[in-house]
Each structure stands twice: as structure tokens, then as C-alpha cells.
């Protein structure tokens, strides 16, 4: 099952909130955000809406999961799921969704015995999401009881070995494990049989240490087996489902945490969709990756400064620069501030002169806020003039590659009124240079000007909003300016279209309006954006 969309009514922190726009073809949705900001309360909306539509478990906690203060509704109005397949019927909604709280720590356990189990379809281990979710030991139990079925299965053929009946479950186990952790194996599990040190419970071999038990695994092992054990487990009952993990990343470095989501994904079944609720920049980074290989397979829901008291629609996002570095600061707290971008570009622009000199590095600002999308790894720096920008007076790049050698630093200048030789041979010499004047030239292109009437809803005004544009040039060159300088008309065109769509806020000057304003329609798609983007990036 591939969720569509969730609409949360009065529950919990969310007066109406809508997530929406969630495509069927992501097997990976994330939702980011630091704590606070609703992401475990969206695993407790669908543990609430699955008790109604077909899941184990009854009940409603008013005092956990209704907001304070919002209108009564029935129970079963608060929360909303729609999905991209048919829903199921009978026995299969209680497959839906399966869901791991934040609690899984399980340190040591020993099974001394062991009965018939229920079916995890018909088990609560965690009613709520605060609520302690240990399952290793559970899954001990499990694994066994499927081993000793796999003996009577008529289905297996009777020249199985004892070896490949065990690993038939066990071997999934041990190979997602080696795949987390290549040092450590699993390597059996303890019997209830006898009075061995190893009864009820897993044992493994790591370097010269042989045979040890669960118990004695670090932190972060037990937390990764924990996963990786009950994903193995459970896949054949929920094969059809939604599942759902909060805070994967318990006790796991950020390099494991990505070798671990690759892993969870392997073993995840084809019909499922996994649901992240994450802070974590191992994760982050993984699901990134993920998603440059086929940007349709995951769905970030970014859940940072919505106002969950207001109305409010939401649907996943293209990761941006901005994007990224908010969920550093979330992950690495100051530490953010040392990692570098992959790619840094220098480019012209008054240097800033403090956290309030708003009007400051205005090429690097229109840059970041253009390519924001399509270029998330990229940061651009304003140093200075062109001689500064092409010298790197500041020594900005050289900084940069001294901390993260493998950065790329570029230096972008404005073609201003460099001659076709001058261009050749700052090109020869490492530098870009913009195909046309200066920025303004894209901001203030036609293209531009006409998708944002139409996105603004007065397509029938793109021929006046266009001739504004004209009449703005020609009374720029009678002044004696050159054509192309589309820098000194800036201002009255600026003026033209406020006044033509009655746009207030857009900004407080032709900078601040081309930046704040004309920058969110200059595109992909745009001959002015592709140009744009060649100039900079040498894009095909």
C-alpha cells in the first residue's frame, strides 16, 4: 500500500493538517523536522486510524491524542488516510500498517520456554507511540517456531538439509546483519532444550570473539538487529503494508544509519512503503542519495515551521540548499556551520557586512534562491567586485578546499562589457562567464515577467506587463544607456508591474523585488533558466 495523502482533525498538535500530494511511486517517504514539530504524532494518527479501519487494538485515549481545545468529533473523524490502491477487505486491513516507536531498547532477554504465538496481525506490542516497544524477544520466539514449521512444510522439498531449513530464516538474518556490520555474524540461535549458557537467546562471532551473546552486542548492534530482525520477520505477514519507524537512528552512527536504510529497504516487500520520522543526517543523507538515483522513489515532508494551529496543507518537497542546512543544524547543532557544500560557487556582489545588511551578497542570494531545486549541493558566495571574484581576494575558495579538499569552488562573473577575446580567455583560464550582462538580465526577462503574471492569475495582463518592460528599456537607452543594461531599468519596470498586479510585499527596491519576487518564477524549462544555468554550471 503507497499512501496518498493523511488529514489530521483535532488530533494531537494538528488543528487541520493536511499531508498531501504524496505519489504513488515512493517507497521512501521522510519526514524531517527537529523534535517538536509533529513527526511521531503522525505514526500515532495512523496507529488511530487503523484501530477504525481493521487493526488490532481498540480504544481511544482522549487525553493522548485529542488537541486541547478543538471542537468535538466523532472518534473516528479525527484522522483521515487515503491510498493510491483499492482498500483492502476482511482480513487484509489488518495488514495496513505496521509501526516501531522509539522505545525498542531490549538489552538482554533469556526463553527459557515457548508457546504457540498469536499472529502479529492480531498483536498490539505499542498502543501509542510513548510506549515501550521491545521485540527481539518476541521475534527469538518467532524465528524458532517458523524454523520447526519449516520442517513440516509440504512445500519445501523433503531433500532439504537441517542446515538449510535453519538458514531459510536465519541466513535472511545473518546476511542483512553482515551487510550493516561486515565484522559481525550471527551465528545460531541459543535452544530451550538444555541448560547450555546460550539457551533462549541469539549468539554471534565478531574478530577472535566466538559465539557470544546477545547481550554483550553495543548499543548501536542491538539497536540495528533489533530492525533488521523483525523486518525479516515480519515481511511475510505485512507484505501489503505501511510501515512505519520513529528514530531509526537510536544509538547508530551516521554511517551505519545509512547502511542500514539501504538494507530495510532491500528487505522491505515490493507492495510496501516505508516511513521515516528522522532527524538524523545519516538517514537524511542515504535517503538523499536515494532519491538522485530516481527522484520518484522518495518524498520528503518537510514539518519545520508549520504552524500546526492554523489550517495547514503540506506536500513533499525538492530537497534544497536551504533544506539541507537546516536539517544539519538540526543534526550537528554548530558543528553545521564546518560542513561544506559539494560545490561552492564564487560570484560578484557586496560582501556583507553583518547579519543585518539585508541588501548584501545580492548576486549569491538570487543564485541560491534560483537553483534552490535543481542544485541543492551548490552554495554561492558573494566576494566582491569582478577582479575579486576572479583573484578570490579574500581567499574564500582556497579556505573552502583547505577544509573539505573535495569541494569544488567555481568563480561566475558578469559578462558586463568584455569582448568575445576577454571571455575566451577568462574561460581558458578556469572562470565562468554569464552569457548575458548581469543578473538582472534573467530576473527581469520576458519569460519571467510573463510566468508570473499567469501564476499571479492575471494571464490577460502578460501583453501590458510585457509592454511595461519595453517602454522601461527604450526610455532607458534615450538616456543614453545601452540595451542590454536591463540593471538601469530595473527600477521603473519594478514600479510598472506592482502597480499593473497590485503586489504589495514584493519588495522594497528592483533589487529586493528581483530577489524576494522574480527569482521564484525564473525556472526549469525557461530558455532564460537553461542559459542562466549553462553559464554557471556548463550544462548541456
Same mark, same amino acid.
Given at each position: ?102 522505545? *525498542? ?10 508457546? *504457540? ?88 562471532? &565478531? ?14 548492534? &542491538? ?213 548575458? *550582462? ?76 528581483? *530577489? ?25
Amino acid at each position: 500500500m503507497h499512501v496518498a495523502s493523511i488529514r489530521m482533525v483535532g488530533f494531537k498538535r494538528f488543528s487541520n493538517t493536511l499531508l498531501d500530494g504524496i505519489p504513488a511511486s515512493a517507497k521512501l517517504v521522510v519526514l524531517a523536522g527537529p523534535n517538536g514539530t509533529g513527526k511521531s504524532s503522525i505514526f500515532d494518527a495512523f496507529k488511530t486510524w487503523h484501530r477504525f479501519n481493521g487493526g488490532a487494538g481498540a480504544g481511544w485515549d482522549e487525553t493522548y491524542v485529542s488537541k486541547a481545545g478543538a471542537p468535538s468529533i466523532g472518534v473516528n473523524e479525527h484522522v483521515q488516510i487515503t491510498f493510491h490502491e483499492p482498500m483492502p477487505t476482511g482480513e487484509d486491513q489488518k495488514k495496513l500498517v505496521y509501526i516501531r516507536t522509539a522505545f *525498542r531498547n531490549e538489552a538482554d532477554f533469556n526463553i527459557p520456554s515457548f508457546g *504457540r504465538m498469536s499472529s502479529p496481525l492480531d498483536q498490539v506490542r505499542s498502543a501509542r507511540m510513548i510506549d515501550n516497544d521491545v521485540a527481539v524477544s518476541e521475534n527469538y520466539q518467532r524465528l524458532l517456531l517458523q524454523t520447526i514449521d519449516g520442517i513440516y512444510d509440504e512445500t519445501l522439498p523433503e531433500e532439504m538439509t537441517r542446515a538449510q531449513i535453519r538458514d531459510r530464516i536465519i541466513g535472511k538474518v545473518r546476511d542483512a546483519m553482515k551487510s550493516v556490520f561486515p565484522d559481525l555474524e550471527l551465528v545460531g540461535v541459543g535452544g530451550i532444550s538444555s541448560p547450555a549458557a546460550s539457551e533462549g537467546t541469539f549468539y554471534f562471532s &565478531k574478530g577472535k570473539s566466538q559465539s557470544f551473546l546477545y547481550k554483550n552486542l553495543s548499543a548501536g548492534e &542491538k539497536a540495528a538487529f533489533d530492525l533488521l530482525l523483525d523486518a525479516v520477520i515480519k515481511r511475510d505477514f505485512f507484505d501489503d503494508s505501511v510501515w512505519c519507524i520513529d528514530e531509526p537512528e537510536t544509538h547508530l552512527n551516521s554511517r551505519i544509519q545509512a547502511k542500514l536504510l539501504g538494507t530495510l529497504l532491500e528487505l522491505l516487500p515490493d507492495g510496501c512503503q516505508l516511513w521515516l520520522a528522522t532527524h538524523s543526517i545519516g538517514f537524511m543523507r542515504k535517503a538523499w542519495e536515494i532519491a538522485r538515483a530516481d527522484p520518484t522513489s522518495v518524498a520528503f515532508l518537510d514539518l519545520e515551521g508549520l504552524d500546526f494551529d492554523a489550517p495547514v496543507v503540506t506536500e513533499p518537497i525538492a530537497p534544497s540548499r536551504d533544506f539541507w542546512t537546516r536539517t544539519l543544524n538540526v543534526a550537528l547543532g554548530d558543528v553545521a556551520a564546518l560542513v561544506a557544500p559539494e560545490h561552492v560557487v564564487l560570484c560578484e556582489g557586496r560582501v556583507s557586512a553583518g547579519p543585518h545588511d539585508v541588501n548584501a551578497a545580492y548576486d549569491a542570494e538570487c543564485y541560491r534562491k534560483i537553483f534552490a531545486s535543481t542544485h541543492p549541493g551548490v552554495d554561492f558566495i558573494s566576494v566582491g567586485n569582478s577582479s575579486d571574484t576572479l583573484r578570490d581576494r579574500l581567499g574564500v575558495g582556497h579556505a573552502i578546499q583547505l577544509i573539505a579538499g573535495g569541494t569544488l569552488v567555481t568563480r561566475v562573473v558578469d559578462r558586463d562589457y568584455k569582448s568575445d577575446y576577454e571571455v575566451e580567455q577568462l574561460t581558458a583560464g578556469g572562470a565562468r562567464v554569464l552569457n548575458r *550582462r548581469h543578473i538582472e538580465s534573467y530576473l527581469f526577462d520576458e519569460e519571467v515577467i510573463e510566468r508570473m503574471c499567469v501564476e499571479m492569475g492575471y494571464p490577460d495582463l502578460v501583453g501590458e506587463a510585457l509592454k511595461i518592460r519595453t517602454d522601461a528599456i527604450e526610455a532607458s537607452v534615450e538616456r543614453r544607456n545601452d540595451r542590454d543594461d536591463v540593471k538601469r531599468a530595473a527600477g521603473t519596470i519594478t514600479e510598472g508591474l506592482r502597480r499593473l498586479l497590485t503586489i504589495h510585499g514584493g519588495g522594497s527596491g528592483p533589487d529586493a523585488f528581483a *530577489r524576494d519576487t522574480l527569482s521564484r518564477y525564473l525556472v526549469p524549462g525557461m530558455s532564460a533558466f537553461s542559459e542562466l544555468e549553462d553559464s554557471i554550471f556548463g550544462v548541456d
